[in-house]
């Protein structure tokens, strides 16, 4: 096959968008009489004809590869989403502009004066870590007995919580909801997290129950089960296929969740008002 290929009307090509329009009107004779042929025909001249002008491009070469840079697109292509809106300036950031402070990027490393090395700024193994501290003086208009290992501890939870609360209302202002609509996203959150911790349980419970070496197949099944109900037993009694074939020695489920023995010549209701088990 040539790699030339000739048209009476030339299409519009954007190297830019890698986009070919053809603007000659199809054969309707070869389109009716073979389709598929004809279609793959005029697509492979209008794609070699995109690739002559890529390569009519300044190439470079990098490690095994060939590579051009694209030009400007010339076509206007509408966008799927609208342009997003720039994100606003959190409380700091603001402050920062006004007063004209801007953020100088500091290393990762940083030497420590007591270990004769270089440890991470921050996080694990980071210099001047508070673990490595094994006295803490105690000030002389202070509390004696105070705890400054603890009292250390609290400030640190307190900055923690400062610092979750302001980003909450940096969240607040940047949303059309204010606080509803982080509140809404933190429950969404917490629902979402307790839904996960609910499957993996379910998960490492259907594996410990197939772990024997029938399979789950002779293991017992539990003696009563509770539909609609919650972990302290609340909700409506269903007896199992083992209570069912007791021959009327049901057993009767108390308020913590917990079964009750079985009744014995009739004094089952009475067992169950004086709460005997």
């Given at each position: 096959?040539?790699?030339?290929?000739?048209?009476?009307?030339?299409?519009?090509?954007?190297?830019?968008?890698?986009?070919?329009?053809?603007?000659?009107?199809?054969?309707?004779?070869?389109?009716?009489?073979?389709?598929?042929?004809?279609?793959?025909?005029?697509?492979?001249?209008?794609?070699?004809?995109?690739?002559?002008?890529?390569?009519?491009?300044?190439?470079?070469?990098?490690?095994?590869?060939?590579?051009?840079?694209?030009?400007?697109?010339?076509?206007?292509?509408?966008?799927?989403k609208?342009?997003?809106?720039?994100?606003?300036?959190?409380?700091?950031?603001?402050?920062?502009?006004?007063?004209?402070i801007?953020?100088?990027?500091?290393?990762?490393?940083?030497?420590?004066?007591?270990?004769?090395?270089?440890?991470?700024?921050?996080?694990?193994?980071?210099?001047?870590?508070?673990?490595?501290?094994?006295?803490?003086?105690?000030?002389?208009?202070?509390?004696?007995?105070?705890?400054?290992?603890?009292?250390?501890?609290n400030?640190?939870?307190?900055?923690?919580a400062?610092?979750e609360?302001?980003?909450?209302?940096?969240?607040?202002?940047?949303?059309?909801?204010?606080?509803?609509?982080?509140?809404?996203?933190?429950?969404?959150?917490?629902?979402?997290?307790?839904?996960?911790?609910?499957?993996?349980?379910?998960?490492?419970?259907?594996?410990?129950?197939?772990?024997?070496?029938?399979?789950?197949a002779?293991?017992?099944?539990?003696?009563?089960?509770?539909?609609?109900g919650?972990?302290?037993?609340?909700?409506?009694?269903?007896?199992?296929?083992?209570?069912?074939?007791?021959?009327?020695?049901?057993?009767?489920?108390?308020?913590?969740?917990?079964?009750?023995k079985?009744?014995?010549?009739?004094?089952?209701?009475?067992?169950?008002?004086?709460?005997?088990?």
């Amino acid at each position: 096959m040539s790699t030339t290929v000739v048209k009476s009307i030339d299409p519009v090509i954007d190297v830019g968008n890698l986009l070919a329009i053809d603007l000659q009107p199809l054969d309707t004779a070869r389109l009716s009489d073979e389709r598929e042929e004809y279609l793959r025909s005029v697509t492979r001249d209008n794609i070699q004809m995109l690739v002559n002008e890529v390569w009519k491009l300044p190439a470079e070469r990098a490690e095994d590869a060939i590579v051009v840079a694209l030009p400007p697109a010339t076509t206007t292509l509408p966008r799927e989403k609208p342009v997003p809106k720039p994100k606003p300036l959190t409380k700091w950031e603001k402050y920062a502009k006004q007063k004209g402070i801007v953020k100088r990027k500091r290393t990762k490393m940083v030497w420590d004066e007591d270990k004769k090395e270089y440890r991470p700024r921050f996080g694990y193994k980071r210099v001047n870590d508070e673990k490595d501290v094994w006295a803490l003086p105690v000030p002389e208009q202070g509390d004696q007995m105070e705890d400054q290992f603890e009292k250390r501890s609290n400030a640190k939870k307190e900055r923690v919580a400062k610092n979750e609360l302001q980003r909450l209302r940096n969240i607040a202002r940047s949303q059309k909801g204010g606080l509803k609509a982080v509140r809404k996203t933190i429950e969404k959150d917490a629902t979402a997290e307790r839904q996960e911790r609910k499957q993996k349980v379910d998960r490492k419970l259907a594996i410990a129950r197939a772990s024997t070496a029938s399979m789950g197949a002779f293991d017992k099944e539990p003696v009563m089960k509770r539909k609609g109900g919650n972990r302290t037993g609340q909700g409506k009694p269903v007896l199992s296929k083992a209570s069912k074939a007791g021959k009327g020695k049901y057993q009767h489920a108390a308020k913590g969740g917990k079964a009750a023995k079985p009744a014995k010549k009739g004094k089952g209701i009475k067992a169950a008002k004086k709460g005997k088990r």
